[in-house]
Protein backbone atom coordinates (compact mmCIF):
# COMPACT_ATOMS: atom_id res chain seq x y z
CA UNK A 1 0.00 0.00 0.00
CA UNK A 2 1.62 3.27 -1.21
CA UNK A 3 -1.03 5.18 1.48
CA UNK A 4 -4.05 8.11 1.27
CA UNK A 5 -2.12 10.72 -0.31
CA UNK A 6 -3.27 14.41 -0.30
CA UNK A 7 -2.48 17.96 -1.83
CA UNK A 8 -1.57 19.85 -1.51
CA UNK A 9 0.00 19.62 2.27
CA UNK A 10 -0.19 23.49 3.05
CA UNK A 11 -2.67 26.13 1.64
CA UNK A 12 -2.77 30.02 2.26
CA UNK A 13 -5.26 31.82 1.05
CA UNK A 14 -7.65 34.97 1.08
CA UNK A 15 -11.05 35.12 2.84
CA UNK A 16 -13.59 34.82 -0.33
CA UNK A 17 -11.38 32.75 -2.53
CA UNK A 18 -11.60 29.31 -3.67
CA UNK A 19 -9.86 26.31 -2.68
CA UNK A 20 -9.75 22.56 -3.31
CA UNK A 21 -8.16 20.07 -2.03
CA UNK A 22 -6.86 16.63 -3.64
CA UNK A 23 -7.18 12.97 -2.23
CA UNK A 24 -6.17 9.92 -3.34
CA UNK A 25 -6.94 6.51 -1.54
CA UNK A 26 -5.28 3.17 -1.17
CA UNK A 27 -5.77 1.37 -4.28
CA UNK A 28 -8.49 -1.36 -4.26
CA UNK A 29 -10.34 0.63 -1.25
CA UNK A 30 -14.23 2.03 -2.68
CA UNK A 31 -14.60 3.82 0.33
CA UNK A 32 -13.55 7.53 0.98
CA UNK A 33 -14.10 9.93 3.48
CA UNK A 34 -12.58 13.58 4.26
CA UNK A 35 -12.60 15.04 7.94
CA UNK A 36 -11.64 18.17 9.50
CA UNK A 37 -9.81 18.98 12.23
CA UNK A 38 -9.30 22.20 14.20
CA UNK A 39 -6.32 22.85 16.73
CA UNK A 40 -7.17 21.08 20.03
CA UNK A 41 -9.50 19.00 18.67
CA UNK A 42 -10.19 15.26 17.48
CA UNK A 43 -11.57 14.85 13.47
CA UNK A 44 -15.28 15.39 12.84
CA UNK A 45 -16.45 13.91 9.90
CA UNK A 46 -17.60 15.46 6.83
CA UNK A 47 -18.82 13.03 4.14
CA UNK A 48 -18.54 9.76 2.96
CA UNK A 49 -18.06 7.98 -0.53
CA UNK A 50 -18.58 4.32 -1.43
CA UNK A 51 -16.93 4.93 -5.33
CA UNK A 52 -18.52 7.37 -6.95
CA UNK A 53 -21.07 7.65 -4.78
CA UNK A 54 -21.51 10.35 -1.89
CA UNK A 55 -23.84 8.52 1.03
CA UNK A 56 -23.40 10.34 3.54
CA UNK A 57 -22.52 13.88 4.11
CA UNK A 58 -22.46 16.01 7.79
CA UNK A 59 -24.08 18.57 8.73
CA UNK A 60 -21.16 20.52 8.98
CA UNK A 61 -20.85 20.67 5.12
CA UNK A 62 -22.10 24.05 4.07
CA UNK A 63 -23.22 24.64 0.65
CA UNK A 64 -19.97 26.34 0.44
CA UNK A 65 -18.89 22.95 0.32
CA UNK A 66 -18.64 20.14 -2.38
CA UNK A 67 -17.01 17.01 -2.66
CA UNK A 68 -16.74 14.65 -5.66
CA UNK A 69 -15.21 11.45 -6.22
CA UNK A 70 -16.27 11.61 -10.22
CA UNK A 71 -14.58 7.76 -11.27
CA UNK A 72 -14.37 6.33 -7.90
CA UNK A 73 -11.09 6.91 -7.26
CA UNK A 74 -9.15 10.18 -6.61
CA UNK A 75 -11.43 12.85 -4.86
CA UNK A 76 -11.62 16.28 -4.30
CA UNK A 77 -12.98 18.77 -1.90
CA UNK A 78 -13.85 22.47 -2.89
CA UNK A 79 -14.29 24.80 -0.27
CA UNK A 80 -16.06 28.14 -1.94
CA UNK A 81 -15.98 32.01 -0.62
CA UNK A 82 -13.68 30.96 2.44
CA UNK A 83 -14.44 32.06 5.37
CA UNK A 84 -11.63 32.24 8.48
CA UNK A 85 -13.33 29.95 10.61
CA UNK A 86 -12.67 27.15 7.80
CA UNK A 87 -8.88 27.24 8.62
CA UNK A 88 -8.38 23.83 9.63
CA UNK A 89 -6.91 20.54 8.84
CA UNK A 90 -8.85 18.41 6.55
CA UNK A 91 -8.49 14.94 6.42
CA UNK A 92 -9.08 12.33 3.93
CA UNK A 93 -9.14 8.56 4.76
CA UNK A 94 -10.34 5.26 2.99
CA UNK A 95 -11.19 1.72 3.72
CA UNK A 96 -11.73 -1.52 1.79
CA UNK A 97 -15.62 -2.79 1.58
CA UNK A 98 -17.50 -3.91 4.43
CA UNK A 99 -16.51 -7.45 5.61
CA UNK A 100 -13.22 -7.18 5.43
CA UNK A 101 -11.30 -7.64 9.18
CA UNK A 102 -12.10 -4.01 11.35
CA UNK A 103 -12.79 -2.09 8.93
CA UNK A 104 -10.09 -0.17 9.52
CA UNK A 105 -9.85 3.57 8.38
CA UNK A 106 -6.35 4.18 6.96
CA UNK A 107 -5.58 8.21 7.00
CA UNK A 108 -3.49 10.67 4.82
CA UNK A 109 -1.00 13.46 6.01
CA UNK A 110 -3.58 16.34 5.77
CA UNK A 111 -4.21 19.55 3.91
CA UNK A 112 -3.44 22.61 5.86
CA UNK A 113 -5.94 25.61 4.97
CA UNK A 114 -5.42 28.64 6.61
CA UNK A 115 -8.04 31.62 5.31
CA UNK A 116 -6.33 35.45 6.06
CA UNK B 1 -24.77 10.59 18.93
CA UNK B 2 -21.41 8.81 20.11
CA UNK B 3 -20.01 11.20 22.63
CA UNK B 4 -15.90 10.11 23.52
CA UNK B 5 -13.98 11.53 26.14
CA UNK B 6 -10.62 11.70 27.13
CA UNK B 7 -8.43 13.14 29.35
CA UNK B 8 -5.97 16.12 27.83
CA UNK B 9 -2.51 15.27 29.50
CA UNK B 10 -0.53 12.85 30.64
CA UNK B 11 3.16 12.71 31.35
CA UNK B 12 5.54 9.61 31.78
CA UNK B 13 8.93 8.78 32.34
CA UNK B 14 10.67 7.14 29.80
CA UNK B 15 10.46 3.25 30.53
CA UNK B 16 7.72 3.27 32.27
CA UNK B 17 4.15 2.31 31.36
CA UNK B 18 1.66 4.70 29.71
CA UNK B 19 -2.11 4.12 30.44
CA UNK B 20 -4.44 6.62 28.13
CA UNK B 21 -8.34 6.26 29.03
CA UNK B 22 -11.38 6.64 27.10
CA UNK B 23 -14.94 6.94 27.85
CA UNK B 24 -17.97 6.74 25.15
CA UNK B 25 -21.15 6.56 25.52
CA UNK B 26 -22.73 4.61 22.44
CA UNK B 27 -23.28 0.84 23.19
CA UNK B 28 -23.48 0.04 19.70
CA UNK B 29 -20.07 1.18 18.95
CA UNK B 30 -18.45 -1.85 16.83
CA UNK B 31 -15.35 -1.09 16.25
CA UNK B 32 -13.01 1.06 19.22
CA UNK B 33 -9.98 2.64 17.60
CA UNK B 34 -6.43 4.32 18.33
CA UNK B 35 -4.66 6.49 16.48
CA UNK B 36 -1.41 8.61 17.27
CA UNK B 37 -1.21 12.18 15.43
CA UNK B 38 2.78 13.39 15.58
CA UNK B 39 2.55 17.70 15.58
CA UNK B 40 1.55 18.92 11.73
CA UNK B 41 0.86 14.96 10.95
CA UNK B 42 -1.92 12.58 9.83
CA UNK B 43 -3.63 10.12 11.82
CA UNK B 44 -1.52 7.04 11.74
CA UNK B 45 -3.43 3.58 13.10
CA UNK B 46 -2.57 1.73 16.43
CA UNK B 47 -5.09 -0.54 16.54
CA UNK B 48 -8.33 -0.85 16.88
CA UNK B 49 -10.87 -4.03 18.62
CA UNK B 50 -14.29 -5.26 17.79
CA UNK B 51 -16.83 -4.99 20.62
CA UNK B 52 -16.76 -8.43 21.57
CA UNK B 53 -13.43 -8.82 22.62
CA UNK B 54 -12.37 -8.07 26.25
CA UNK B 55 -8.46 -7.39 25.16
CA UNK B 56 -6.02 -7.02 22.30
CA UNK B 57 -2.28 -7.03 22.64
CA UNK B 58 -0.05 -5.95 19.93
CA UNK B 59 3.63 -5.65 20.79
CA UNK B 60 3.86 -2.87 23.16
CA UNK B 61 0.10 -1.96 23.03
CA UNK B 62 -2.25 -3.43 25.33
CA UNK B 63 -5.85 -2.88 24.06
CA UNK B 64 -8.50 -3.18 27.30
CA UNK B 65 -12.39 -2.96 27.00
CA UNK B 66 -15.02 -2.62 29.58
CA UNK B 67 -18.35 -2.59 27.95
CA UNK B 68 -20.36 -2.46 30.61
CA UNK B 69 -18.60 1.28 31.78
CA UNK B 70 -18.12 1.77 28.17
CA UNK B 71 -14.59 2.05 28.86
CA UNK B 72 -11.45 1.71 26.45
CA UNK B 73 -7.81 2.39 27.44
CA UNK B 74 -4.53 1.71 25.90
CA UNK B 75 -1.80 0.70 27.55
CA UNK B 76 1.68 1.27 25.87
CA UNK B 77 4.88 -1.00 27.53
CA UNK B 78 8.31 0.84 27.96
CA UNK B 79 7.22 3.94 26.40
CA UNK B 80 10.01 5.37 24.52
CA UNK B 81 10.86 8.96 24.11
CA UNK B 82 9.54 8.75 20.20
CA UNK B 83 6.00 8.26 21.92
CA UNK B 84 5.38 11.53 22.44
CA UNK B 85 2.58 12.53 20.55
CA UNK B 86 -1.74 12.75 20.91
CA UNK B 87 -4.11 10.07 21.18
CA UNK B 88 -7.16 9.80 19.87
CA UNK B 89 -9.84 7.37 20.87
CA UNK B 90 -12.83 6.86 18.28
CA UNK B 91 -15.51 4.90 17.73
CA UNK B 92 -17.51 3.60 14.75
CA UNK B 93 -21.46 4.27 14.34
CA UNK B 94 -22.41 1.90 12.32
CA UNK B 95 -24.96 3.94 10.44
CA UNK B 96 -26.00 1.93 7.19
CA UNK B 97 -23.64 0.69 5.06
CA UNK B 98 -21.07 3.72 6.45
CA UNK B 99 -18.57 3.62 9.45
CA UNK B 100 -18.01 6.96 10.51
CA UNK B 101 -15.44 7.34 12.99
CA UNK B 102 -16.85 9.74 16.46
CA UNK B 103 -13.34 10.96 17.62
CA UNK B 104 -12.47 12.13 21.66
CA UNK B 105 -10.26 15.27 21.49
CA UNK B 106 -7.27 13.59 22.21
CA UNK B 107 -4.78 12.75 25.18
CA UNK B 108 -1.18 15.08 24.80
CA UNK B 109 1.54 11.92 26.00
CA UNK B 110 4.81 13.37 27.11
CA UNK B 111 7.24 11.38 27.44
CA UNK B 112 10.36 12.76 29.90
CA UNK B 113 13.42 11.39 29.34
Known amino acids: DTGVSQNPRHKITKRGQNVTFRCDPI?????LYWYRQTLGQGPEFLTY????????KSRLLSDRFSAERPKGSFSTLEIQRTEQGDSAMYLC??????????????FGEGSWLTVV | GEDVEQSLFLSVREGDSSVINCTYTDSSSTYLYWYKQEPGAGLQLLTYIFSNMDMKQDQRLTVLLNKKDKHLSLRIADTQTGDSAIYFCAGSISSGSARQLTFGSGTQLTVLP
Open chain 1, 49 to 56: FQNEAQLE
Open chain 1, 93 to 106: ASSRPLGYSGNTIY
Open chain 1, 27 to 31: SEHNR
